[in-house]
């Protein structure tokens, strides 16, 4: 059996008798009307936490990492959020002022502690795997992660070495510093 249960892998844990240190959060995207080519690269600003990057077909996706944000699964849309965006955006990048909203949407983040995956078996349970806390890079990395489980599952080496992501390192203190990604 392999937990991969997203915004609900803490529950799927206790399930089988697991606590995970993980724990979801909402995060809120919004996309513009197209418009000509503004701007080549992605923008982030950690200072803001504001990250806005434009399309191929000229639309704006926009978004911030809101260290206020409660946890839970909540996925629902807020107009604060809105005018935080744009009011951050602005402030950054003023040509895109008069930018229309045409959608915005969220989702829920798994994260663990050091905001990196949690890969293997489970501490708590033979036959159970974990593939959590990916913190938003879930399905970026699903298919290398899906051969990992399978290899790890049928006992074969992982193409990727994993050992340092067990969920036993929070408990060793061997948290996992990444200072560049996002």
């Not at 249960?5 to 995060?27: C, F």
């Not at 955006?89 to 959608?103: H, I, K, Q, Y």
């Not at 829920?108 to 050091?114: C, L, M, T, V």
Request: charged share 15%; proline share 8%; hydrophobic share 45%.
């Amino acid at each position: 059996v392999v937990n991969a249960a997203g915004a609900y892998a803490g529950e799927v844990g206790r399930m089988a008798g697991e606590e995970l240190p993980v724990y979801s959060e909402r995060h809120q995207i919004l996309a513009t009307e197209p418009v000509a080519p503004l701007l080549g690269p992605m923008v982030l600003s950690f200072a803001r936490h504001l990250y806005c990057q434009q399309t191929p077909h000229g639309s704006f996706v926009m978004g911030l990492g809101d260290p206020a944000e409660p946890r839970g699964t909540d996925t629902g849309h807020s107009w604060q959020f809105l005018q935080r965006v744009a009011s951050r955006v602005t402030e950054l990048l003023p040509p895109l002022a008069d930018l229309r909203v045409v959608r915005q949407w969220s989702g829920s983040y798994n994260i663990s502690p050091d905001r990196q995956p949690i890969l293997g078996g489970s501490g708590a349970l033979e036959g159970l795997f974990l593939a959590v806390g990916f913190s938003g890079h879930g399905f970026m990395l699903a298919p290398v992660v899906g051969e990992i489980l399978a290899a790890l599952i049928l006992g074969h080496t992982p193409p990727v070495d994993v050992s340092g992501l067990d969920a036993g390192r929070f408990a060793r203190g061997q948290l996992i510093v990444e200072p560049s990604v996002v």
